[in-house]
């Protein structure tokens, strides 16, 4: 079989011998080496570090809004550190708080949240992307936020600066995830550490699914490092970065002692431009719960599927019919237009243990076949009025990837007033994207509204995607129908959430209950600036 487009575009560059290979029949790129400029004796190996939770990140102050609403004030602060991704190298980063991944925020389903999000990330020659700036833009994904606080691309807090974001949370119980979103730079931003879990409670999950230290979230990411420990970045002419070391909250290939019951697992893909294919070492079926936007309709047995950027998958997984001191690995299978190395196919390590399970727990051993239904899944095409197409190309000429043939370069120069779709408020809409791409994927995120996968290529989805979704997973030549209800007025974006992609410049805008040429209410840049930041302490 030849080599594939992408192995064109990847030779040369850092560590180019190792991205010259055979094309697999997933149509990625495979390679015997790394891509890493690390010694033998400092490249991690698979499965020899322990599970890190992720950190929790605690409220500055807990109160009731003016109509008594209950409401939680977070801060976070974008900065600088160093950390020991590698066992003896240290790596700069850049981290809310100076964690990676950042620290989670948990809340309950109408409970308020004020998140404050410093800049502190000033200039001083080591954060990896000098030459680009340091303008932040925080988006929380999948929530329906006012325009304001959406994460608009070009509504940058500078360093100096912060900006405080309001979320309603009313969407109901549901793995959200914070990333930055600046123009231009999101890709480096989120590679480099800006990208954090946002959980919502509620009593249908809490009933059905497994809580506490039996509900684990994980975030997956992949890197690429120098020699001395710091993070190469080599995105490959904005077609994507592909690193050779797969980390599981900030370790890579981590080992997790688990008892011998049911546990949630809640699976976020947050590299920038790998797509996974994960599945159980003991070929046994995990049972997927929920989708991007909360829980499923029917809970489905899947033994693998496909997670592109930005998707998040809930699944149950059974350790009780494995015995004490059974290891249980979860490796990845790839997909096409990946760039795949020696150890990328492998995620993590589940290792049984004999320690007593509370069988009085009804979650221990419970896989609960019906779950709960939603607004948008109960949505039918013919509630549908209007059906959208929206192709997704890429010239043979300039190499840029576009929407309709626009990009983000078409709203700005139109002083963000341009749409490629302008849908009534309330109004329900089908919307068929379609990837002409030539042969390359793209994960397609809509920002503002769940939606309903209606159909892949004619035939039923997935059934892991049979549930509330904001990102969907396009294969080359593929086309997919989703539909959804556009709730809130204002300016909203839609983007391939393969980062460098979006970065140049795969996104673009949609208007709601915007007529043209109508000046927004609540526009994106202006309803709610960023203030200078007086405050001298770091966090």
Request: proline share 7%; with cysteine.
């Amino acid at each position: 079989m030849p080599v594939s487009r992408r192995a064109v575009l990847t030779a040369g560059g850092v560590g180019a011998l190792a991205y010259v290979g055979l094309t697999s029949p997933l149509g990625n790129v495979l390679s015997t080496k790394s891509i890493s400029d690390l010694s033998d004796r400092d490249f991690p190996r698979p499965f020899r570090r322990g599970f890190r939770p992720l950190p929790r990140l605690e409220p500055v102050y807990r109160g009731v809004d003016d109509d008594g609403a209950p409401v939680e004030h977070y801060r976070v602060t974008a900065k600088p550190a160093t950390i020991n991704i590698l066992d003896r190298l240290p790596t700069p980063v850049i981290g809310y708080n100076g964690l990676v991944p950042g620290p989670t925020i948990s809340v309950e389903n109408g409970t308020r949240v004020v998140l404050r999000v410093r800049n502190r990330l000033f200039g001083d020659g080591h954060l990896g992307h000098e030459e680009h700036g340091y303008a932040l833009s925080t988006h929380l994904h999948g929530h329906a936020s006012l325009p304001q606080y959406d994460g608009y691309a070009n509504d940058i807090t500078m360093p100096g600066y912060y900006k405080d974001y309001f979320y309603e949370n009313v969407q109901g119980g549901r793995t959200f995830w914070f990333h930055d979103h600046a123009s231009h730079i999101t890709s480096q931003n989120v590679y480099r550490g800006l990208a954090a879990q946002f959980h919502v409670h509620d009593d249908a999950q809490r009933a059905l699914l497994p809580q506490g230290r039996f509900d684990v979230a994980l975030t997956l990411g992949d890197l690429m490092f120098n020699r001395d420990g710091s993070l190469a970045f080599d995105d490959k002419e904005h077609s994507g970065l592909w690193g050779d070391v797969v980390l599981v909250n900030g370790v890579p290939w981590p080992v997790m002692d688990v008892q011998r019951r049911v546990y949630r697992f809640r699976l976020l893909n947050a590299s920038i431009s790998r797509s996974y294919r994960p599945y159980l070492g003991s070929g046994e079926p995990v049972h997927m719960v929920a989708t991007d936007n909360g829980l499923m309709p029917q809970s489905r047995a899947v033994t693998s599927w496909r997670q592109g950027v930005g998707e998040r998958y809930e699944f149950l997984v059974d350790f009780s019919k494995y015995p004490p001191g059974r290891v249980v690995r979860l490796f990845n299978a790839s997909l096409e237009n990946n760039v795949d190395f020696d150890n990328t196919r492998n995620i993590m390590a589940f290792r049984v243990t004999d320690e007593p399970v509370d069988t009085s727990d009804p979650t221990w051993n419970t896989i609960p076949q019906t779950l709960a239904n939603s607004s948008v899944m109960s949505l039918t095409e013919s509630m549908s009025t209007r059906t959208r197409v929206i192709e997704l190309k890429k010239s043979d000429t300039t190499n840029i990837f576009s929407l309709n043939e626009t990009t983000w370069d078409d709203v700005v120069a139109s002083g963000h007033t341009f749409a490629i779709a302008d849908p009534e408020l309330g109004a329900v809409e089908t919307w068929e994207f379609r990837n002409t791409s030539g042969g390359w994927s793209h994960p397609m995120h809509v920002h503002l509204i769940d939606f309903k996968v209606l159909s892949r290529n004619g035939a039923a989805p997935f059934d892991f995607e049979l549930g509330p979704k904001d990102t969907v997973y396009l294969g080359a030549n593929e086309v997919v129908r989703v539909i959804g209800r556009f709730q809130r007025q204002g300016r909203y974006m839609m983007h391939c959430h393969n980062l460098p992609h979006e970065d140049f410049a795969m996104m673009t805008a949609f208007n709601v209950g915007l007529q043209d040429g109508q000046p927004a209410e609540l526009d994106p840049i202006r309803a709610a600036p960023p203030q200078l930041d007086d405050d001298p302490s770091d966090i």
